[in-house]
């Protein structure tokens, strides 16, 4: 991969201040890519950007800030951007987390939906001209398998058991991942299964225009997000599981590989589990379901937005 020569293209990385982020981010500034990180916070942002500098030797990395549960803070980074670079060739929509419990953002929304989902939806919604000026120009969503299998211990030999998603649910973003029968994992997952179908939904409008859209789940990587995975009487275990899992410079091989190899650039509206193309669970391949999570993601950037079939 550090054969390819990306000298000359724009790259946003989100989630870049740990985790694989870091490395994503680290491995387009040495194959010679402008970087962009968006942080939430401006020492790691800073940090992040030094690290990155020295690493490669480079001065081109700039950083972001930007709550990405914020809808004000979307704007603002895609307004930032947009006034500084006229294109954009790699959007790696890779931020991520997990709430031990119900969390609402200032704009009244359940955070795993916010973090998880819309915010890289409103990325890439928001850099569309952007990444239309750069092409052919890469999407890439890091999501997980989780959507496929909502079951956090998996040592019972039980059917797995994929997220479940009804059109009654996607008719308000109020009313997603709601307060009644909430569980943490499975809101990370019905959120990272609507950024796997909006995928779908967006290639499919994208199709001939030179942009790629392409889901990824990394693996089991050994970041920070694992330890909130962890239901709390595993949490001794934590150091004895982080050691079986991939490291972070294994885990984002996969979404560089989206990213920026060259046999990858025409692939598009795919999912793939590390490098193996996949299928996602099957409710994600239901065209109307899919144009209504399309269209109730989209109220998050215009709430007068009326969705139909309401
Ligand atoms: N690790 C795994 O086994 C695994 C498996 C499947 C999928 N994934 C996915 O892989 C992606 C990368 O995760 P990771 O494992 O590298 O986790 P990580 O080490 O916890 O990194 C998460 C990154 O997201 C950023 N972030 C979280 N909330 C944010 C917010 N509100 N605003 C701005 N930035 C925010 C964090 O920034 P701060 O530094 O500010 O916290 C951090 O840089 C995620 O999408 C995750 O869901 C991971």
Not at 15 to 39: D, F, N, W
Not at 263 to 288: H, I, K, M, N, W
Request: glycine share 8%.
């Amino acid at each position: 991969m550090s054969a390819v020569d990306l000298t000359g293209k724009v790259s946003m990385v989100t989630g870049a201040t740990g985790g694989m982020g870091q490395v994503i981010a680290t491995e387009l500034a040495r194959m010679g890519s402008t970087v962009v990180v968006v942080a939430r916070d401006t020492a790691r942002g800073e940090r992040t950007r030094q690290r990155i500098a020295q690493d490669v030797g480079t001065d081109r990395v700039e950083v972001l800030k930007g709550d990405l549960a914020s809808r004000a803070d979307l704007l603002r980074i895609a307004e930032t951007f947009t006034a500084r670079h006229d294109r954009l060739h790699i959007l790696v929509n890779n931020a991520g987390a997990h709430y031990r419990r119900r969390l609402v953002t200032a704009d009244g929304i359940e955070m795993h939906l916010a973090v998880d989902h819309l915010a890289g939806f409103a990325l890439t919604v928001l850099l569309l001209d952007r990444l239309r000026a750069g092409a052919p120009a890469r999407v890439v969503n890091v999501v997980s398998e989780s959507m496929s299998d909502t079951r956090q211990i998996k040592i019972l030999p039980w059917r797995p058991r994929p997220v479940t998603l009804s059109a009654e649910d996607l008719h308000d973003l109020h009313h997603i991942n709601p307060e009644q029968g909430f569980t943490p994992f499975t809101a990370y997952a019905r959120a990272k299964l609507l950024t796997t179908m909006c995928g779908y939904e967006l290639a499919g409008q994208l199709a001939h225009s030179g942009i790629t859209v392409n889901a990824v789940h990394p693996g089991l990587v050994a970041t920070g997000i694992v330890d909130d995975f962890l239901p709390r009487p595993f949490k001794p275990l934590l150091r004895l599981i982080q050691r079986a899992l991939l490291t972070p410079a294994e885990g984002a091989q996969a979404a560089l590989r989206l990213a920026a190899a060259p046999e990858l650039a025409g692939s598009t509206g795919q999912y793939f589990v590390r490098d193996t193309q996949s299928r996602s669970p099957e409710v994600s391949y239901d065209p109307a379901l899919r144009k209504r999570a399309w269209a109730v993601s989209s109220s998050y950037l215009d709430p007068t937005h009326h969705i139909v079939g309401q």
